[in-house]
């Protein structure tokens, strides 16, 4: 059974950057990818960034250039660095993990206001 737990959400203006964190626990070493997902109120949840133990990166087309995607075998983490934030990346952001079943974190609050 994989816990994840995600940190570092928070307020930020229009064109700031912003670190979000996901701490895994209770059986890392089964998983095979991470990922980040994150969901609008009223929408369904969307696919952002994922990254293989390895560190195989994938991003959405709305992440490419401004999100970066990282993994800590060592530490058992998961981090999304994001840049240029725009108004529209206001959202629940959740970590995910495969084991092959998938696993999902509480989410963290991101919003992006002047």
């Known amino acids: 059974q994989v816990q994840l737990v995600e940190s570092g959400g928070g307020l930020v203006q229009p064109g700031g950057s912003l670190r979000l964190s996901c701490a895994a626990s209770?059986?890392?070493?089964?998983?095979?990818?991470m990922a980040w997902y994150r969901q609008v109120v009223g929408q369904s949840r969307k696919w952002v960034a994922s990254?293989?133990?390895?560190?195989?990166?994938k991003y959405a087309d709305s992440a490419k250039g401004r999100f970066t995607i990282t993994i800590n075998n060592a530490r058992n983490t998961v981090a999304l660095q994001m840049s240029a934030l725009k108004v529209e990346g206001t959202a629940v952001y959740y970590c995910?993990?495969?084991?092959?079943?998938?696993?999902w974190g509480q989410g963290t609050q991101v919003t992006v206001s002047s």
């Open positions: 995910s993990a495969w084991t092959p079943r998938q696993y």
């Open positions: 209770g059986g890392f070493a089964t998983i095979t990818t």
């Open positions: 990254i293989t133990r390895g560190g195989t990166r």
